[in-house]
């Protein structure tokens, strides 16, 4: 099953992600795509994999030697979950780029030779251009949204900007004993792991591991930060942002208990809707939130007005269904257990299971 892939056609064919000018290639595609994403750039499905012991890949359609169509993928395995290919794995977006003279289908082909020749069951196309319904395929829509919207001219346009209530909130915030660093460092990296595991715990999941943060800040360089808020000299609260076409998008943040006597969250993302505009972006963009999660009722508080998002799903013949979604009934149980582990023992479990969720 897991021979070496052989082309539907002779325009579509794996990348050899071993090959600086390769990698090279794709990345320019995408710098020049409109409809790229932070998560299509190999410094994101190539590091994410590598970090979490999974495989990347690369599917791309080329015609006279240009490339018309590129579709990252992180061959991710589970032995809770199974085997998924994921466009892109860890990511809320992904999927499939084209550009004129590109065959869709023949890229749908390939993959889903692809997924049964590495024993995938399951494929996930998170954005991009998607297949059709049927042949294994399902569409789902509005099952999760996304929030952005233009970030204000000043600092004090951006505080008017938030609707009054979640308003009063920033401004109770901006009254507590709290305090702001942004950076990168070691210090940086350690106060938000620190912060982000015990958020998760307490949401009852497990948490991904240290190195796949690390590795996503270390890839995207001066494209990447993290921002904490500090009360009293810890760490309460904390966000990795990544910035892309003047878009500024948090992506793996959390606060812990005290965050919210403090209001550290409402701190953090205002702080770091000031310090966007002051880096030149332009949007805010608050990323995917499953539609009608707290998340989801949270950032419409701050103003920010739901997108909905259609993903696509592959299922192989014969095969059931991989469930992953931390918000079924199937895992609820499992996650009241999980929010009652002592700290330690989710910092020291979570990694192994996060790493094959995807």
């Not at 994999?49 to 169509?69: F, P």
Request: aromatic share 8%; hydrophobic share 45%; charged share 25%.
């Amino acid at each position: 099953m897991n021979a070496p892939f052989a082309p539907v056609t002779g325009a579509v064919r794996l990348v050899d992600l071993a090959d600086p000018g390769e990698v090279a290639r794709l990345e320019l595609f995408t710098a020049r795509h409109p409809q790229a994403t932070p998560f299509h750039r190999p410094a994101w499905f190539v590091s994410v994999a590598r970090a979490t012991g999974n495989h990347a890949l690369a599917l791309v359609e080329e015609r006279q030697g240009e490339i018309v169509a590129f579709l990252p993928l992180d061959a991710i395995h589970s032995p809770v979950f199974g085997r998924l290919l994921a466009s892109s794995g860890f990511a809320v977006g992904g999927g499939l780029l084209t550009r004129e003279g590109a065959d869709s289908r023949a890229i749908f082909a390939a993959l889903e030779e692809l997924a049964l020749r590495r024993s995938c069951p399951a494929i996930e196309l998170r954005g991009g251009v998607l297949p059709e319904a049927g042949r294994g395929w399902t569409l789902k829509t509005e099952s999760h949204c996304n929030f952005a919207r233009p970030l204000a001219a000043d600092d004090e346009a951006q505080l008017l900007d938030v609707p009054r209530k979640q308003r009063a909130e920033v401004r109770k915030a901006l009254a507590n004993d709290l305090d702001v660093e942004v950076g990168t460092s070691a210090r940086d990296r350690a106060a938000h792991y620190a912060v982000f595991a015990e958020s998760y715990r307490n949401l009852g999941t497990p948490v991904f591991p240290q190195r796949l943060l690390g590795s996503v800040l270390d890839a995207f360089g001066d494209d990447a930060d993290v921002l904490t808020v500090r009360h009293q000299g810890r760490a309460v609260a904390s966000v990795i942002t990544l910035y892309h076409r003047g878009a500024a998008m948090p992506y793996w943040g959390g606060g812990t208990q005290e965050a919210r006597r403090l209001r550290a969250n409402d701190r953090m993302y205002f702080e770091l809707m000031l310090h966007a505009r002051r880096r030149g972006c332009t949007v805010f963009d608050f990323g995917r939130s499953k539609t009608g999660s707290g998340a989801y009722h949270f950032k419409r508080n701050w103003g920010f007005e739901p997108e909905p998002l259609t993903y696509a799903a592959w299922t192989a013949p014969g095969a059931a269904r991989r469930e992953a979604d931390p918000t079924s009934s199937k895992l609820s149980l499992q996650i009241r257990l999980w929010q009652r582990l002592p700290l330690a023992v989710a910092n020291r479990l979570g990694p192994l299971i996060a790493r094959g969720i995807g």
